[in-house]
Nanobody, 125 residues
């Protein structure tokens, strides 16, 4: 069964950058759509960005467009989320998720079957 492992979270000052990784050890993600989601304390989970591994098609939440970039590695078993110009409101636990039920595209809602454990991102002075 597919397992997803997030890494790269941490504490960063406003305006800083972080790169999150979502790895699928032992799997290739060729036929998956992969999404990044986040949940801040007391708030609902929010879709941040997603990518179709096969086509490279991407989508971004309005709140992160122009600041975050999602990408996949050549081996197609890791997805990255490069986050720049970070703001305190980006503070949350970030999760990656995957599904094979989206053919050639991705979505920012929760229609994903496999979820990682999450990595904390804190943006603060």
């Amino acid at each position: 069964q597919l397992q997803l492992v997030e890494s790269g979270g941490g504490l960063v000052q406003p305006g800083g950058s972080l790169r999150l990784s979502c790895a699928a050890p032992g799997f290739t993600l060729d036929y998956y759509a992969v999404g990044w989601f986040r949940q801040a304390p007391g708030k609902e989970r929010e879709g941040v960005s997603c990518i179709s591994i096969s086509t490279g098609s991407t989508d971004y939440a309005h709140s992160v467009k122009g600041r975050f970039t999602i990408s996949r590695d050549g081996a197609r078993n890791t997805v990255y989320l490069q986050m720049t110009s970070l703001k305190p409101e980006d503070t949350a636990v970030y999760y990656c998720a995957a599904t094979t039920r989206l053919i050639g595209h991705c979505v920012l809602n929760g229609a994903y079957d496999y979820w990682g454990q999450g990595t904390q991102v804190t943006v603060s002075l």
